[in-house]
């Protein structure tokens, strides 16, 4: 049973581009969660999906960034136009259910020159 | 704001002292969870407890809960130079539908 999947592991981007972030979550679970981190500091939630769905999206800039979690396939963190302080490390996790522990991947370090 | 906060910041003992680290919270929570995290890596779950309960162990930890004061404690005991790495405690307050709050972590560094 493979764990959660992230990619790529790393990606550079220069300023102005689009970086696409994929997660892929653990067989059987449907919830899925973004969280960015900086330089040690803790995690910092982003947005919470279901199947189809966004559940909540109190955590994400409201410019620039989106998230999906299709049908089929992984889900989708998007960043269209990333400047400097985008470079964080993302990290994607996804539960069974409702207050449940998460399995985290092991994260996108994006570098944005 | 963070719901938690972590304290301390940064700790640093001998192969075989125990380790305890603290956790402060705001408001109501449904259960508090330990995660630990080893440089560049992804968080691994240690443990979960339940607002309704005030102590829980597995093997080497000991984790307390008391609401009445908002906090919980991570103890690791006979520490070991793996156990080096970030713990970080998180919350989920019933208002926050289900994701979880991460504090700033602690740096526990074990020396051989």
């Known amino acids: 049973n493979a764990g959660v999947m992230q990619n790529p592991r790393h990606l550079v981007r220069r300023r102005g581009q689009e970086a696409r972030l994929r997660c892929s979550p653990m067989?059987?679970?449907?919830?899925v969660y973004w969280y960015r981190q900086l330089p040690e500091e803790g995690l910092k939630f982003m947005v919470y999906l279901q199947k189809e769905n966004i559940i909540d999206e109190s955590g994400m800039p409201k410019e620039r960034f989106s998230a999906e979690f299709p049908k089929e396939g992984p889900s989708i963190l998007r960043i269209q136009q990333v400047v400097r302080g985008d470079s964080a490390a993302y990290f994607c996790a996804s539960s069974e259910g409702t207050n449940e522990k998460l399995f985290f991947g092991s994260g996108t370090q994006l570098s944005v020159l | 704001s963070q719901q938690g906060e972590e304290d301390p910041q940064a700790l640093s003992i001998q192969e075989g002292e125990n380790a305890t680290m603290n956790c402060s919270y705001k408001?109501?929570?449904?259960?508090l969870q330990w995660y630990r995290q080893n440089s560049g890596r992804g968080l691994v779950h240690l443990i979960l407890?339940?607002?309704?309960?005030r102590e829980k162990h597995s093997g080497r930890l000991r984790v307390t809960l008391d609401t009445s004061k908002k906090s919980s404690s991570l103890l690791i005991t006979a520490s070991r130079a793996a156990d080096t790495a970030s713990y970080f405690c998180a919350t989920d307050p019933p208002s926050a539908g289900n994701m979880l709050t991460f504090g700033g972590g602690t740096r526990l560094m074990v020396k051989p």
């Open positions: 407890i339940r607002s309704n309960e």
């Open positions: 067989k059987g679970h449907s919830h």
């Open positions: 408001t109501s929570i449904n259960n």
